[in-house]
């Protein structure tokens, strides 16, 4: 599933924007790199879900528009 970085919270956390699926708790987030970050909770409803995921690797993750999980 592809996933939209809304926004970064202080170098720490991605904020991301899915579509109507429903990612898991502590799924990792890819990007062309590897594994970025990791999923630690879900916000909002089921039709316009986001997910807060803690950055693993901060380098690949400075300009990332979109990751897969």
């Keep these: 599933?592809?996933?939209?970085?809304?926004s970064k919270y202080k170098q720490e956390f991605l904020?991301?924007?899915?579509?109507?699926e429903k990612a898991l708790d502590n799924q990792p987030?890819?990007?062309k790199k590897g594994k970025v970050a990791q999923i630690i909770d879900t916000i909002g409803s089921t039709t316009n879900p986001y997910?807060?995921?803690?950055?693993?690797?901060?380098?690949?993750?400075?300009?990332a528009k979109e990751v897969e999980c």
């Design 15 to 20: 904020i991301l924007q899915g579509k109507e």
């Design 1 to 6: 599933m592809k996933l939209k970085v809304i």
């Design 51 to 63: 997910y807060v995921a803690k950055i693993i690797d901060k380098e690949s993750c400075d300009k």
């Design 29 to 31: 987030v890819y990007n």
